[in-house]
Nanobody, 123 residues
């Protein structure tokens, strides 16, 4: 059984930083590509960043240069380092994984999801 559990969210001031973690357990074949999505109130779920088990990361334009996705395969953990945070980054952030390694931004293409964690950027 695959489980994804996010941690590290919270309230931060504009310009601040946070690191989200996603602890993954289950079959390693379920994690060939992992991603962070976010969903703000009244908006669709948006792909923030994704990373295959081998290869380069992809980012949505609005976070390029500010966010970094990384994974520690030995620990089974996915990270999202967020810096220079803006109020528009406020959302519930979700960790997701899929069996196939090729890129997709469609939430329906991800097989497993965490429960989500709130990130609020406000003064």
């Amino acid at each position: 059984q695959v489980q994804l559990v996010e941690s590290g969210g919270g309230l931060v001031q504009p310009g601040g930083s946070l690191r989200l973690s996603c602890a993954a357990s289950g079959s390693i074949s379920s994690f060939n590509r992992m991603a962070w999505y976010r969903q703000a109130p009244g908006k669709q779920r948006e792909l923030v960043a994704s990373l295959p088990i081998i290869g380069s990361a992809t980012y949505v334009d609005s976070v390029k240069g500010r966010f970094t996705i990384s994974r520690d395969n030995a620990k089974g953990t996915l990270y999202l380092h967020m810096s220079s945070l803006k109020p528009e980054d406020t959302a519930v952030y979700y960790c997701a994984s899929r069996i196939d390694a090729y890129f997709s931004s469609r939430p329906d293409d991800y097989h497993y999801w965490g429960q989500g964690i709130q990130v609020t950027v406000s003064s």
